[in-house]
């Protein structure tokens, strides 16, 4: 129950804004450490292709489960007198790429995930209620300002894309956080508050949180995401999701729509046809999932403040998270996981997960303004009403937006449109094809950390112009939403094929090239037993005559029957291209030694193997058809240091 204490609740002095500010840049960097904390915990396992000796990895976790301490009364009036210690106790995350030691980088980011939970979301239940309100317009202006600036850097992190950035992100936020020292509001107490729903609905509000926060992280923390669950573009479906984020932001002012069935039900619908339609028309569906994930944000925070208790609720919320996200490794990592955590009954499920998780968003607040009949009115009668006109967008949020909009997501389309749909791969050779192929692991370098700008070089150093890679589907929320792809032909102005959509849980398989690809089909290949495996099977115009490309992953060694229907597949291609007279390339991961049954397959149907005495491969081969090889070249990974495998390439002539 609120009790009505009659008390001032207009912005002081102005501050307001300049804390609005200030308080968005520090989510910025917030929503950076806290997007990445779960690729770090990710890296442990898959360096070693299994969980650590003990599950290290896991005592991470606990970081998410900081609120529960927010259950002690002192430790969020700490928090609220000295918010400019908080505030710098969150940036512990930043410098954690200066360390090559993986468990200190986990250390330090679960630290900034750790205070960032107790801070940020803490401040959702303040007395004050400008206070309150002002950290939910920072958390979703500071998420729609990294968007942007991850857009203008093809998904990186701008935090840590280069050092000096790294340093320039600790030093603005030390700074901010020292501004913030002037709030003249951080000692008032202007409301009291006594929880007002019982044990079961406090959870329900939980469990909604936990999902808002899931599918913020999923689909709100880069521009690109929806784009490769359907295949499309993601530059162009960026700009649309960014644009449906702001018009979500400006829906938020309309509280009795956006609490209402009708809204939710159509984000519900929408959803679902996001995964069901032609993906053209679908992209649509999916901006209004966008929208309404923007618009709740706010009403799930006024109603979290005045109805739940903090450490119960953000408990809860943080357990649906860490199990939402850990579903999105499940799914795709269901046959490496612990025996016994229900790996095969996760297998492939992604778009269940996420429309349950859809689904318990609308746990998290009341369809309609609860007790508060002039609440969303201009009418300030009292302060239950007048409190909610702060979770409106008021004039100082639509400036913020305005500052964003015009310096950050405005510029950065600006700089990508340079590069979209440039295709001269800055000069490289295309007399002849130089095809390359590679297990890139994700584009992690050796100390786990994404390395894509040192893979580009790479690539431009071997002068590849045809370049398959192995091990790239990174749009994922434990893969930190990075699109190794649409960074890679942003930055060699090269054609593409992401491959499989990350839908189909595949550990991706693409293809660049210097040449227009003319058809591309992407497909995942029979994978009854384990890891589903993937194939793209395209066509390059190669200086006026048709050229095939396979580029494919096989499943894994002890899935035996897996790999023989996967070989199937491909041989009955290879001779369907033979039969064309079509030149073809193989360019992928076999798993298997020369003369093996699948090996023996391939060539069976019409391949050679670029270098059949070398006995000492069991990954990555070349296979080719049509064409004439020449200068066959492995480099060891231990002398590029990039990633913990060799790269193979060479020259091929028709």
Known sequence: ???????????????????????????????????????????????IMTVTEGGTEFLFLISYLSGILLGLPFLGRFFSKYQTIGFLLCLVGIPSSFTTDVTNRAILNAGGVFFGILVFFGRLWYVNPKRRARTVWALLLGGLALVGSRFALST???????????????????????????????????????????????????VGFGSLIALTHWVLSSHGMMARWIGLDPFLCGIGMMFATVV??????????????????????????LLRLEKHVAIFFGFVVISYLTSVWPVVALDLGRYTKPGRTLTIAFAVYCVGILSSIWSVAWCFVPEGTGGPYMRQRIPQVFGLLLVGVGLSYYKKARDIPEA???????????????????????LVLSIIVLFVIVPAVFVRSQDWHAYDGH??????????????????????WPNFEDVGKKIQEVGANVVSLVETDTMRPFNGNHDLVEYLENH????????????????????????????????????????????????????????????????????????????????????????????????????GKPGSANYNAIIEAGMTDIRATEGDRYCLYHFYMGLKASNFQRIPNKLHRISDTEIQYADYSL
């Open 156 to 206: 990186l992190n701008p935090v840590w894309s280069t050092p000096d950035r790294t340093w320039y992100s600790l030093v603005i936020g030390v700074v901010c956080s020292l501004v913030l020292w002037m709030d003249k509001d951080a000692h008032e107490e202007l409301l009291v508050k006594e929880e007002t729903v019982g044990f079961f609905a406090s959870v329900s509000f939980g």
């Open 427 to 448: 000069g490289i050779q295309r007399d002849n094809i130089r095809a390359m192929v590679w297990a890139i692991r994700f584009g992690y370098n050796n100390d786990g």
């Open 248 to 273: 979500g932001l400006l829906l938020s002012k309309n509280q009795t729509f956006v609490r209402s069935p009708f809204w939710y039900l159509s984000a519900v619908v929408s959803g679902i046809l």
């Open 1 to 47: 129950k609120i009790m009505d204490k009659k008390v001032n609740l207009l912005p002081a002095s102005g501050f307001w804004f300049l804390g609005l500010l200030v308080e968005s840049v520090l989510a910025f960097l917030f929503w950076s450490t806290f997007y990445v904390m779960i690729y770090t915990i990710w890296w442990m396992p898959m360096s």
């Open 492 to 591: 060699l102005h090269y054609y593409s094929s992401y491959g499989p959509s990350t839908m189909n849980d595949t550990w991706g398989c693409a293809l660049l090239s210097a040449f227009p690809i003319v058809r591309d089909e992407t497909i995942n290949l029979p994978s009854p037993e384990g890891e589903v495996a993937c194939l793209i099977d395209a066509t390059l115009d190669v200086n006026g005559e048709l050229v095939d490309v396979i580029s494919v992953h096989f499943g894994n060694t002890q899935h035996f029957w897996d790999r023989r229907l996967q070989a199937r597949d491909v041989t009955d291609r290879i001779k369907a291209k033979r039969s064309m007279g079509r030149p073809t390339l193989w360019l992928g991961y076999l798993t």
């Open 376 to 398: 969303l009115t201009k009418k300030q009668d009292s302060p239950v009403d007048q409190q909610s006109q702060y979770y409106l967008p008021n004039k100082q949020v639509l």
